[in-house]
């Protein structure tokens, strides 16, 4: 049994946008949602750029029991997850009725972590950590969170592959459409934004220290870049079975046509070209679609020399010259990791449902490998029909989507 | 500690933590009914306790406590208790 996997809802919570519509405007303005941020140079940050978004209030949305069990990218993901299943047409009285799953991509919880420890060393009693701390500090807190709050009843777990969780989420999540397990799946991505969510990450002097100008610091593929800005919140991508969703009359906003992935099988952090050129060829092979038929490459890039070139690379090789626009929301966003891979997905789709291709910003002189590709530094009215975003993590985990516009066949 | 100094102390902790109507505490009414507590919530009542009073809650102490009544009871006693040791 091989089905058809659609996209029928998109939910997005992310410093460039509390909803869809306020990140559609951000993406055709090419506006940053990077800021510096004190709390973190007094912390011992190396650098204190972040992208920054507000915790939502979700008291008298969520009754104390679900909010005491949420952290920060757990309350983001709530709020990602509530829109697109408003935009899925998709209510309670349906979900109770149904066996709908949740794939989740989500790589720590320092904050709950940390703050659980911090209250255990100063009382000496675990007990005073309190009854929600441990559904907190879980990898799995998403989808042990959502998938209580929603009463989902199909498959749940969450995806822990670095900065490619989101992508593989959606990546599962069409595959057990795609071979008949699951009819209708949540997928998406989740990533805290808080003080003690990115101080190791910082240690490794990947981000970049533009902090006269944040909105300039995140440049990917610019000859002048120095490394990322963390970032973070929550994106929501449902996935149906073609048949379940025009079974229920939904309104299909578009098509998962290649799902590729590979290992490196080389060092923890630094990429390869093989690896993502792999993950490429076999999203590719698997749409059954030519090179050409790709309007769009949404690039992992992430504004570090070495990852920016290496996907570079893969690219041009897969696509050649002329290749399809090329732009990284990075640009933008600057890097939301664990959600990236999903919150990629919902900005492209948001381009391809308004006609347009968000810019690279800060993109002002290529280098010797960015210079091959069709990269958009200024935002392009473009019709799209077919796109391909990309994810590469730490572990040289590779993760390539393609995603096609429906038009009712 | 008298038992309504207590409840007067308690009251509002149980409001906020556990989002209730002020109303709806009354000495004969039933704690786990009224504050809706599961298994989960007790140990958010025992941070409550040891938090404002500063005394050590056992597992299984909250067990037979049916009415608010006996709850300021159970706490006045271990209030009384800790001040009688503090004075020795």
């Not at chain 1, 590709?373 to 019709?383: F, G, P, Q, S, V």
């Amino acid at each position: 049994m091989v089905n058809r996997v659609v996209i029928t809802g998109i939910g997005i919570y992310s410093c460039i946008g509390k909803n869809l519509a306020e990140t559609t405007q951000s993406l055709y303005q090419g506006k940053s949602g990077i800021i510096l941020d004190a709390e973190r140079k007094k912390y011992g940050y190396r650098s204190g750029l972040t992208g920054f978004v507000d915790s939502p209030n979700l008291k008298g949305v969520l009754d104390r029991r679900s909010r005491i069990m949420l952290p920060e990218q757990g309350e983001f993901a709530f709020v990602s997850t509530d829109e697109a299943l408003k935009v899925a047409g998709i209510d309670q009285d349906f979900i109770d009725k149904s066996s709908i799953g949740i794939l989740f991509g989500n790589d720590s919880s320092a904050q709950a972590v940390i703050s659980a420890n911090d209250i255990i060393r100063e009382k000496g009693d675990t007990v005073m950590v309190g009854s929600g701390s441990v559904f907190q500090t879980m990898n799995s807190t998403v989808t042990m969170n959502l998938s209580t709050i929603f009463r989902l009843k199909g498959i749940n777990f969450t995806v822990s592959a670095a900065c490619s969780s989101g992508s593989h989420s959606i990546g599962l999540g069409y595959m057990f459409i795609k071979h008949g397990y699951q009819d209708c799946i949540i997928c998406g991505g989740a990533q805290e934004i808080n003080l003690y969510s990115m101080g190791n990450f910082d240690a490794l002097g990947a981000f970049s220290i533009r902090e006269d100008a944040p909105h300039k610091a995140s440049r990917p593929f610019d000859r002048d870049r120095d490394g990322l800005v963390p970032s973070g919140g929550a994106a929501t991508v449902i996935l149906e079975s073609l048949d379940h969703a025009l079974r229920r009359g939904a309104t299909i906003l578009g098509e998962v046509i290649g799902y590729g992935f590979s290992s490196n099988g080389a060092h923890i952090s630094n990429p390869t070209v093989d690896g993502p050129q792999k993950a490429l060829e076999m999203a590719i092979e698997q749409s059954e679609i030519g090179v050409k038929e790709i309007d769009y490459i949404n690039a992992h890039a992430t504004s570090t020399p070495a990852g920016d070139a290496s996907e570079a690379k893969a690219i041009f090789n897969v696509f050649g010259q002329p290749g399809p626009y090329v732009s990284s929301t990075k640009s933008m966003t600057g890097h939301e990791c664990w959600m990236a891979g999903a919150s990629e997905i919902v900005y492209s789709m948001l381009m391809m449902q308004n006609g347009f291709i968000a810019p690279n910003i800060n993109f002002d002189n290529p280098d010797e490998d960015s210079a091959k590709l069709n990269i958009l530094a200024e935002t392009k009215e473009t019709k799209i029909d077919c796109f391909l975003s990309n994810s590469f993590g730490f572990g040289g985990t590779n993760s390539s989507l393609i995603i096609k516009k429906w038009e009712n066949k | 500690m008298t038992q309504i100094e207590i409840a007067e102390k308690i009251i509002p902790f149980l409001v906020e933590e556990f989002e209730i109507e002020r109303e709806l505490i009354n000495p004969e009414a039933n704690l786990r009914d009224t504050l809706q507590l599961d298994s989960l919530d007790y140990v958010d009542l025992v941070v409550v306790i040891e938090s404002n009073f500063g005394f050590k809650v056992k597992q299984g102490d909250f067990q037979n406590l049916a009415t608010f009544e006996d709850f300021y009871a159970y706490v006045q006693g271990k209030v009384n208790a800790q001040d009688e040791a503090a004075n020795n």
